[in-house]
């Protein structure tokens, strides 16, 4: 005999959430799920978060913001990333405008696809305002040369914290800075630093795929009459003062900047914390929520401090 509706109600409510791994599932329209230890939603158009009016009502101050897995969030709830909480920091000002700021970030991204998905979702909310946030190894395209080794970063992380626990404040001090201060100096080879070097500085044919990326972004931006920010999501690695991710970081700011996008750091926000204290697990150096908060907090002061324009001109009505 068939159950009754009411006991099929309740074993559907019961049920747990669907896991949701393949870009396919994170972008299902009306998705509600478990990602990465977190919960995920769609709206109807395959982004995180809510729904969004199209055409956008007046009064609005509409901000999409195009990414990775950084952006998107991922290991963090909807609410906890810094697309949110960017959001949340400027409505906090009260008056007008209203601020909506879109997340259309997605995990596994290069510049060439964040732009794809830019192009055919975000464009369509007419953004105010477009912040592409920039990950390392969003340079990883047809060109791009591997080298890293299958344990390289647990091996960086034991080197960098090997005397984290010592009684010795000299050790838990100057060691870490000395790691950096070597990486610094000459990556070692097989490490990650080395392979993020070697793409943007010694790799002519993966940096230009990715100044064609800029070059695509500033095109956009000038066809659609918007404003674009190039938000550079800082490595959470040896956040010491050798940081030695900050030429690479200085090298896409020239580069955008020499395009005419702005750029805002996220580098300055993080320096002096503890690393792991920022990452969503040991084996996952996604930011986590604390981290999120710091990368909000750079990019709301990075936007206040940018050409009145980027922030000052009120949404259409």
Same mark, same amino acid.
């Given at each position: 005999?068939?159950?009754?509706?009411?006991?099929?109600?309740?074993?559907?409510?019961?049920?747990?959430?669907?896991?949701?791994?393949?870009?396919?599932?994170?972008?299902?329209?009306?998705?509600?799920?478990?990602?990465?230890?977190?919960?995920?939603?769609?709206?109807?158009?395959?982004?995180?978060?809510?729904?969004?009016?199209?055409?956008?009502?007046?009064?609005?101050?509409?901000?999409?913001?195009?990414?990775?897995?950084?952006?998107?969030?991922?290991?963090?709830?909807?609410?906890?990333?810094?697309?949110?909480?960017?959001?949340?920091?400027?409505?906090?000002?009260?008056?007008?405008?209203?601020?909506?700021?879109?997340?259309?970030?997605?995990?596994?991204?290069?510049?060439?696809?964040?732009?794809?998905?830019?192009?055919?979702?975000?464009?369509?909310?007419?953004?105010?305002?477009?912040?592409?946030?920039?990950?390392?190894?969003?340079?990883?395209?047809?060109?791009?040369?591997?080298?890293?080794?299958?344990?390289?970063?647990?091996?960086?992380?034991?080197?960098?914290?090997?005397?984290?626990?010592?009684?010795?404040?000299?050790? *838990?001090?100057?060691?870490?800075? @000395?790691? $950096? /201060?070597? #990486?610094?100096?000459?990556?070692?080879? %097989?490490?990650? =630093?080395?392979?993020?070097?070697?793409?943007?500085?010694?790799?002519?044919?993966?940096?230009?795929?990715?100044?064609?990326?800029?070059?695509?972004?500033?095109?956009?931006?000038?066809?659609?009459?918007?404003?674009?920010?190039?938000?550079?999501?800082?490595?959470?690695?040896?956040?010491?003062?050798?940081?030695?991710?900050?030429?690479?970081?200085?090298?896409?700011?020239?580069?955008?900047?020499?395009?005419?996008?702005?750029?805002?750091?996220?580098?300055?926000?993080?320096?002096? *914390?503890?690393?792991?204290?920022? @990452?969503? $697990? /040991?084996? #996952?150096?996604?930011?986590?929520?604390? %981290?999120?908060? =710091?990368?909000?907090?750079?990019?709301?002061?990075?936007?206040?401090?940018?050409?009145?324009?980027?922030?000052?001109?009120?949404?259409?009505?």
């Amino acid at each position: 005999m068939a159950p009754r509706r009411d006991e099929t109600d309740r074993v559907r409510a019961h049920r747990p959430p669907p896991q949701l791994e393949t870009l396919r599932e994170l972008t299902t329209p009306n998705v509600h799920g478990i990602h990465n230890g977190a919960f995920y939603r769609t709206n109807s158009h395959g982004f995180r978060g809510p729904e969004y009016a199209i055409p956008k009502p007046a009064g609005v101050f509409r901000i999409v913001i195009a990414g990775d897995s950084v952006t998107m969030g991922t290991g963090v709830r909807e609410e906890q990333a810094y697309a949110h909480l960017l959001e949340e920091d400027l409505n906090a000002r009260g008056g007008a405008p209203r601020y909506e700021v879109l997340n259309i970030g997605l995990n596994g991204l290069d510049i060439r696809q964040v732009l794809d998905r830019l192009e055919l979702v975000g464009l369509d909310f007419d953004p105010d305002l477009v912040i592409y946030g920039c990950t390392l190894n969003d340079i990883n395209g047809p060109a791009y040369r591997k080298s890293m080794g299958p344990n390289s970063r647990l091996e960086q992380l034991g080197r960098y914290t090997r005397f984290a626990e010592s009684r010795s404040y000299l050790l *838990r001090v100057v060691w870490p800075r @000395w790691e $950096s /201060l070597v #990486d610094l100096v000459h990556a070692r080879s %097989g490490t990650y =630093l080395y392979e993020v070097r070697d793409n943007y500085f010694d790799n002519p044919r993966a940096w230009n795929d990715f100044t064609r990326g800029l070059d695509r972004l500033a095109h956009l931006a000038a066809e659609h009459h918007v404003p674009a920010v190039v938000f550079i999501h800082a490595s959470l690695e040896y956040l010491n003062v050798f940081h030695p991710y900050r030429a690479v970081y200085a090298r896409i700011a020239a580069a955008a900047e020499a395009r005419g996008l702005a750029t805002v750091q996220s580098f300055p926000a993080v320096r002096g *914390r503890e690393e792991t204290s920022l @990452w969503v $697990s /040991l084996l #996952d150096a996604h930011p986590n929520a604390a %981290g999120h908060r =710091l990368f909000a907090r750079a990019l709301v002061d990075g936007l206040t401090h940018l050409r009145p324009s980027v922030l000052g001109r009120a949404a259409a009505p």
